[in-house]
């Protein structure tokens, strides 16, 4: 009997489950005071992507003058000109350009953005699931979809307008593709279109994200060494070169025009080293060290005087900065989703999917399982995980690991947990009972090291009172009393340093 109706059908019910838990999520974040959050919370990164937005769509693509965020912290160091200054001028975008000219597309239709957000997350999923397919079959392409459809942080992400979801979305299809790309003949047409396809998706890739150019050199390397390997066809790495090139020709042309370092895309480099590795710095919480000014003013914001600088800010110098970044990687094995823009343990409250979804540290020990199976038996299909991984580990360590930086490494480790788990299938298939248990018991170790030892942060401080104040004042704003008391007692219960908190905010709260 042919399996495909049966596949398809499958498929489509896979699709519409998925599709109607991301509606669930929209729903209940737009009936809260998340819906207002963006434009509310005037520091955070959500709001500066608004306002960078409406930049681009008052001046143009070409956005001569584009929105430089200068937050609270940021006022305490240094005025706006110095911060100018440091950046190396007004021209330059404050981070990789290409959300904010998607959202930008969008402005007055925002809940339109955040339904195309979801739509990528939900594809995001499918490239998972896809890759996974690739590397170990299609039991374990349907597991590692269902665990990144189920996986709470993709849904907690997919809501804010942050640039994230479409950072991971673009790097989830080109590891799809450069697996599809090296396991095809590349004498055949096919692999010369993958070529192409990744190739532009490694340049949209770096318009999105800053880690991009630590990563398309690791790429374009291993295919020049593919290329020589079989029997020097460098057709395919030219092509991926050419289609990095076409995509990223935009911001050249760009930054040729205004006037700005041709290359540039961000400016953000020196406050983000320093805050992740100075003196002072937290391995796993947004803190400002006290020399940041001080480094800054020393080194006039460029690039190497501030790794330099930040170096000499610890008394024991290379130790102390190694301690740190030690401490930075226990922080990744962490169950405590560590806030930036947005609160796990807020959006919890209100959105029953990231609720009930799956955990970071749920799949953490069955990903890890899976990679070590990987390099165990030197499977060379997860080669790409071996070449990107590493890639976005190291710019983890550059800043700080708060929990939406880290789930990038979600996009690997979700396809090799999939791995361990249809190895796992596997071994009962074939009645191997003792290494299925010694297996299983290497796995519940890990869950419990990660809940044990491993967790850092006291879980009785896992929350934070920001989100909840900023809300209360949405609702005080709105007229909502029952709301805005609902956050105040939660403020009342849960943040007793604040109290006492008015039964009405008036001017008091921020």
Known sequence: MDGKPLVGSLTVVAGVVVALLYATNLVYCQRSALQLLD??????????????????????????????????????????????????????FQQSPLYAYLLSLFMHRYFAMRVLQALMSIAMCVFIGLFAARIAGRTAGWIAFWLAALYAPFYLYSWPFLRDGLSWFLTAAMVWVLT?????????????????????????????????LLLIPAVWMVLCFLSWKLERQWGIALRVAAGTFLAIFPLLLRNVVVGAPILSSSNRFAESFILGNSEGASPYLLIIPERTGEILRETHGHALPVVRATLKSHPDGLLGLTRLQIRKLLSLFDPYESPDNLSFYFVERISPVVRFGLRYWMLLPPGLAGLCLGLWRRDRRLLWIWVTLPVFVLSLLMGIPVSRYRQVLMLFLIPCAAYFLAFLADLLRQKRLRSFGYSLLALVGGWIAVLGPLARQPRGQYERVSEYLVCAQIYHQLGDRVREQEMLEVVRQKFPEFAPVQRSLGEQLP
Not at 59 to 72: S, T
């Open 39 to 92: 434009a509310a919370a005037l520091s955070s990164d959500m709001h500066a992507n608004l306002v960078w937005a409406k930049s681009i769509e008052e001046q143009g693509w070409l956005n001569p003058r584009p929105y430089h965020p200068w937050a609270d912290w940021m006022q305490n160091i240094a005025p706006y000109s110095q911060w100018v200054s440091w950046w190396g001028g007004e021209k330059i």
């Open 180 to 212: 599809e790309l090296t396991q095809e003949d590349w004498k055949e047409p096919r692999a010369r279109h993958l070529a192409w396809l990744a190739g532009l998706l490694l340049g949209f890739g770096f318009l999105s994200k800053e880690t991009y």
